[in-house]
């Protein structure tokens, strides 16, 4: 039997005038690779925002195996288990490879500020424990001799990478990637898909993942969702999506546009 392990129903998002999201209805099941594609500004990003509790929709709900968390805060959403990674990079560049992939592990630490000083042995079980998961993790994505290594001296593919890891650190059950390969060199490109690969076969994850590299989609996705203007346009293997007219037309009508 399947599980399925996030649940969209109906979910719609305003901004002022603009529908970035329309009544879209998903479900994604238990280890599988699932794509979003769809033009520039068809919402895919929005819809990662709903889910990790970013934006709050106005209508709809999201449930996270079974458990409706439409308007969870952000870190309760990442504690439950859904980890995600960001469009642009959002690291600080100062900070060390090891530092930032520790902050993965924040929403998983149990013991507060407050708390840390009451019980200072837990607090720093704790912070052992984190440091170890963090070393694990690099050390698994061959990024281990980087620990020390500030984030601004990395090539944006590395930090791209780190993102990966800060995200698993937390050892989610879900992973949303927002276009994980942008901007990337082949090379780059393969060995995060490697990656990707990885979390979702040696790790049991399940991976959602945003992209406009096609080739990516279709070699890595089970099934792929199509967002035109807000609205879920189909869904299917890639096959399918591939010989779907609607798809097509949603691609040719916005590059129509952008030559018009
Ligand atoms: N915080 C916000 N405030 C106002 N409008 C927003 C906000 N976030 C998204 N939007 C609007 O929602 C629509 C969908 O944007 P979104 O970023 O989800 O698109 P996208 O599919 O991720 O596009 P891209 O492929 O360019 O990343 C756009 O019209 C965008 O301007
Ligand atoms: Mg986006």
């Known amino acids: 039997m399947?599980?399925?392990?996030l649940e969209l129903e109906d979910v719609t998002l305003n901004f002022s005038?603009?529908?970035?999201?329309?009544?879209?209805?998903?479900?994604?099941?238990?280890?599988?690779?699932?794509?979003i594609i769809g033009p520039n500004g068809a919402g895919k990003s929005s819809l990662f925002n709903?889910?990790?509790?970013?934006?709050?929709?106005?209508q709809g709900s999201i449930r996270h195996r079974g458990q409706e968390i439409r308007g969870a805060r952000p870190d309760r959403i990442n504690a439950r288990g859904i980890g995600r990674t960001f469009q642009n990079v959002e690291s600080f560049p100062t900070m060390t490879v090891l530092d930032s992939v520790l902050l993965g592990c924040i929403s998983k630490q149990r013991a507060g500020v407050?708390?840390?000083?009451?019980?200072?042995?837990?607090?720093?079980?704790?912070?052992?424990e984190s440091r170890a998961k963090a070393e694990e993790v690099l050390e698994m994505f061959g990024l281990g001799a980087l620990r020390d290594t500030r984030m601004g001296e990395l090539p944006g593919g590395t930090q791209r990478q780190v993102e990966l890891c800060r995200a698993l650190?937390?050892?989610p059950d879900v992973l949303l990637l927002d276009e994980p390969v942008a901007g990337m060199t082949h090379d780059e490109v393969e060995s995060?898909?490697?990656?990707?690969?990885?979390?979702?076969?040696r790790l049991g994850l399940t991976v959602v993942?945003?992209?406009?590299?096609?080739?990516?989609?279709?070699?890595?996705?089970?099934?792929i969702a199509v967002l035109d203007f807000g609205r879920l346009v189909a869904v299917g293997t890639p096959s399918e999506i591939g010989a779907n007219p609607e798809v097509l037309a949603a691609y040719l009508g916005s590059a129509q546009a952008d030559s018009a």
């Open 2 to 5: 399947t599980t399925t392990v």
């Open 17 to 35: 005038g603009v529908r970035s999201l329309d009544g879209v209805s998903l479900e994604i099941r238990e280890g599988e690779t699932f794509g």
């Open 50 to 58: 709903c889910v990790s509790g970013v934006y709050r929709p106005q």
């Open 114 to 128: 407050l708390r840390g000083m009451l019980w200072y042995g837990w607090a720093a079980r704790e912070e052992r």
């Open 169 to 171: 650190a937390a050892e």
């Open 192 to 201: 995060m898909v490697d990656a990707i690969l990885d979390a979702n076969e």
């Open 209 to 223: 993942l945003i992209e406009h590299n096609m080739g990516v989609v279709m070699d890595i996705c089970d099934r």
